[in-house]
């Protein structure tokens, strides 16, 4: 796994001077203007590209990079991970942890029983949503909402979470 935290995805442009809208993975969407470069994975290289500038439009991060000065060059990101260096990731609260670190972690029940493994995050606006690969692999994924109610322990060092999981859910 590489020591890079991946704070956003260019999913479109905007306008016609080669700023990119981004769909923010970070809780602090302000964290943008903390940076002065990022770093974007394309075709499987990292490429570092300073900052111009940040704005905010609706839910997305409006980021202009130094070297992209048209539609047509920044249409070539599009789909691309921005990401950052760990060591300049921002520092978590109790109770808090990376979304990087859930990812192949092992999901309990109250009871202790295994559910399953985390595979993936869904960031639907609202609130991020879990997705639990189950140990049967005859059963469909289960989706669980990333709220107090449902996630009741998230143990980072041991890699397992223990969950409620709503009635009529599975």
Same mark, same amino acid.
């Given at each position: 796994m590489s020591d890079n935290f991946v704070i956003g995805k260019i999913v479109?442009?905007?306008g016609i001077k080669g700023e990119m809208r981004i769909i923010p993975t970070t809780d602090d969407i302000t964290r943008f203007e903390l940076l002065k470069t990022v770093l974007i994975? @394309? @075709?499987g290289t990292l490429e570092e590209r300073e900052? =111009?500038?940040v704005r905010y439009h609706k839910q997305f991060v409006l980021l202009k990079l130094k070297g992209i000065e048209d539609i047509n060059e920044a249409e070539k990101y599009k789909n691309c991970e921005i990401q950052i260096p760990a060591e300049l990731a921002l520092p978590l609260e109790d109770n808090e942890y990376y979304i990087r670190d859930l990812y192949g972690m092992s999901v309990l029940? =109250?009871?202790g029983n295994l559910i399953g493994a985390l595979s993936d995050v869904l960031f639907t606006g609202a609130n991020d949503v879990y997705v639990v690969q189950p140990t049967d692999p005859d059963k469909a994924d289960i989706l669980l909402p990333a709220i107090k109610d449902c996630i009741l322990k998230v143990d980072v060092d041991n890699k397992e979470m223990t969950v409620r999981i709503p009635e009529g859910l599975i």
């Open positions: 479109n442009t905007q994975m @394309r @075709r900052i =111009e500038s029940d =109250e009871d």
